[in-house]
């Protein structure tokens, strides 16, 4: 089974909360970070954050701060990305990717399609 | 921020061509770059790390080099499954920051 896997596609309306998640298997999922990152339709790929599940430890890129929420359970070794108030914009694929002791991202979630509209 | 700035943004090539890709950071990353391969409806690949370093697996006809502020990715001799876009990203700096892509065309 492939290390990152992600939860289903959702199609929500404008104002509404989501959050979306993507459990680590067949590994330590307290040793490695796990980043988002964002693909909106027919874009390129923008980084929105990362964290560390053994602590919490949360970056941001200055993009997504205060427009998203990252959390991670480790005991259920799940990472989470959450919004409180969606907006159309927020229409796109967001992936979750694990951050290798060298620092690329080798293992890739299959993505996670939201679509926003009312 | 540290701003990729990926070229071009996309490309015309048949088999056997060689494409080149350049990546210029705004300020130094060291060798903190990787290049990934997606195509339409995949998620990315890692195709290279630390600027030149071949993931196990990925055919030698992929190739990386640079260090600093630029870097350049080659495919020395283009193949069929190799049309799709390619990104860099460094992650020397938070927060990490992708090129804006390239898409590599059939001509």
């Known amino acids: 089974e492939a290390p990152l896997v992600q939860s289903g596609a959702e199609v929500k309306k404008p104002g509404e909360s989501l959050k979306i998640s993507c459990k680590g298997t067949?590994?330590?999922?307290?040793?490695?970070?796990i980043g988002w990152v964002r693909q909106m339709p027919g874009k390129g790929l923008e980084w929105m954050g990362i964290?560390?599940?053994?602590?919490?430890?949360?970056r941001y890129s200055p993009s997504f701060q205060g427009q998203v929420t990252i959390s991670a359970d480790k005991s259920i070794s799940t990472a989470y990305l959450q919004w409180s108030s969606l907006r159309a914009s927020d229409t796109a694929i967001y992936y979750c990717?694990?951050?290798?002791?060298?620092?690329?991202?080798?293992?890739w979630g299959q993505g996670t399609l939201v679509t926003v509209s009312s | 921020d540290i701003q990729m700035t990926q070229s071009p943004s996309a490309l015309s090539a048949s088999v056997g061509d060689r494409v080149i890709i350049t990546c210029r950071a705004t300020?130094?990353?060291?060798?903190?770059l990787a290049w990934y391969q997606q195509k339409p409806g995949e998620a990315p690949k890692l195709l290279i790390y630390?600027?030149?370093t071949l993931k196990s697996g990925v055919p030698s006809r992929f190739s990386g080099s640079g260090s600093g502020t630029e870097f350049t990715f080659t495919i020395s001799s283009l193949q069929p499954e190799d049309f799709a876009t390619y990104y860099c990203?460094?992650?020397?700096?938070?927060?990490?920051?992708f090129g804006h892509g390239t898409n590599v065309e059939v001509k």
């Open positions: 990717a694990r951050r290798e002791a060298t620092g690329e991202s080798d293992s």
């Open positions: 964290i560390h599940p053994a602590d919490s430890d949360t």
């Open positions: 630390k600027a030149s």
């Open positions: 067949g590994y330590n999922f307290t040793t490695y970070w």
């Open positions: 300020l130094s990353i060291g060798s903190w």
């Open positions: 990203q460094q992650y020397n700096t938070y927060p990490w920051t």
